[in-house]
């Protein structure tokens, strides 16, 4: 039989399950749980006899594709895909895939609700600021970006993106003026954003020589990877810059030390939870599925990364 493991060390919601477990049993196949996890040890046992995996933002690396001796194909039931080792997958003949826009409205719907958070001083009592009027720059205009831009609009905001991948006319049909380049929209924007990858061209990439163009009264809000931002160097531009405040879904590594200089101009959820809704869940979970199946009983790979 068919083992399919759904290893995830930040779990589906309940109700992702009970849609998950229909599509495999149709299939004819064993699902296996492997939720809350601590130690990679429990991931390496439970991947060994398994033919698929489906993962968040576990861990995927040479380490776990090399004891999966069976696997044939791994899953990230969400966009981001940095936490699978493609390479190793691809010298495994393991097929890797993501579940692109399943779960990018619940980010973008983090992404308003951390504006308005931090514009109203993480609800201090005190006096905040509104999003009617600001500028608002998004990086990267793909299915996180767009619904970003979609909901801002209602808040009145005043919509830029730039995006080297998105023609500008696919981004000027939605009412969003397209920028050519990074250096434009971090000029002409007070929000940011960041919905890029993180990959080698991107990692550190967002620091000073960017942020620095922000005019004032800037916020970055980063719902995407903690690796694209240059800690250090935003560290030392919100020395310098008393109205920068960063809010961000992904813990800094230097969380503590941003939380002990700044005080409340910085927000870090204290787990990441742009995707934790159960539409998300289920959404991105059920999607998985029925790619696992599509791969395996008629080698349908369309969402395949590697
Ligand atoms: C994604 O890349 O889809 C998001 O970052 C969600 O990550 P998560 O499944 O670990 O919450």
Redesign the pocket.
């Known amino acids: 039989m068919t083992k399919v493991l759904i290893a995830t060390e930040?779990p589906f919601a309940k109700e992702a399950i009970e849609l998950i477990r229909p599509v495999l049993d149709n299939a004819g196949y064993e699902m296996v749980l492997l939720e809350n996890y601590t130690q990679k040890q429990d991931l390496l046992d439970a991947v060994a006899d398994c033919e698929a995996l489906i993962i968040?933002?576990d861990i995927a690396d040479a380490e776990v594709i090399d004891a999966a001796k069976k696997l044939k194909i791994v899953v990230r039931?969400?966009?981001?895909y940095n936490n699978i080792d493609l390479d190793a997958c691809t010298k495994a003949g393991i097929v890797a895939m993501n579940t692109p826009g399943q779960?990018s409205n619940a980010?973008a719907e983090l992404a308003l609700g951390m504006m308005v958070y931090s514009a109203r001083g993480l609800f201090d009592g005190k006096t905040g600021t509104e999003l009617k009027g600001k500028t608002l720059g998004i990086h990267a205009y793909g299915n996180v970006g767009r619904l970003v831009a979609a909901i801002a609009k209602g808040f009145g905001m005043e919509i830029y993106a730039f995006d080297p991948f998105v023609v500008p006319e696919n981004i000027e049909k939605d009412g969003v003026t397209a920028l050519s380049s990074a250096e434009e929209l971090y000029s002409k924007c007070q929000y940011i954003s960041l919905h890029i990858p993180a990959n080698d061209k991107t990692k550190k990439s967002i620091g000073t020589s960017l942020l620095s163009l922000m005019p004032k009264g800037a916020m970055l809000v980063n719902t995407a990877r903690k690796e694209v931002i240059h800690e250090a160097e935003l560290m030392q531009l919100m020395q310098d810059r008393k109205d920068f405040k960063y809010v961000s879904d992904i813990e800094p590594d230097m969380a503590s030390d941003f939380k002990e200089a700044y005080g409340n101009r910085v927000y870090f959820t204290p787990k990441?939870m742009?995707?934790?809704t159960a539409e998300a869940n289920i959404n991105a979970g059920v999607a998985a599925a029925e790619q696992i199946v599509d791969f395996l009983e008629r080698g349908i790979d369309s969402c395949r990364v590697n």
């Open positions: 930040k968040r933002s039931a969400g966009a981001g779960n980010v990441k742009g995707a934790q």
